[in-house]
Every structure is written in structure tokens, then in C-alpha cells.
């Protein structure tokens, strides 16, 4: 990655946005604290697959 690319890079807004919608998911299922972060551990892992895998090679 170049260094226009990394101060570019709102990579960090995907992984915001599996943090929230795991927890948020949990949330309304059960409002135990060990399962919200739980949800939120589980929503990162499939925030940073998404971005890993899916959208690696994408040109934008």
C-alpha cells in the first residue's frame, strides 16, 4: 500500500461498523455483558473476512 492509500483509508469504518451490528445483534437477542462483547469480537472477525476477502482486489 502507498502512503496516498493508507492516509486515504477508511478501512477502519468497516471494522466500526461489524463492532456495532455485533453487539447490537446480541443486544436484541439477550442483554448479557459477556455476549455483547462476545458479539462484538465475533462482528470484527467478519468485518476484517469482508475486507480480507471481498474487497481486497477491488478497484475502485
Known sequence: MSSEETKNSFEWVW??????????????VTTSFGYVLLGGIIGLIIAGLFLNNIVKGREY
Open 15 to 28: 471494522y466500526v461498523v461489524g463492532l456495532l451490528a455485533g453487539m447490537l445483534a446480541v443486544i436484541a
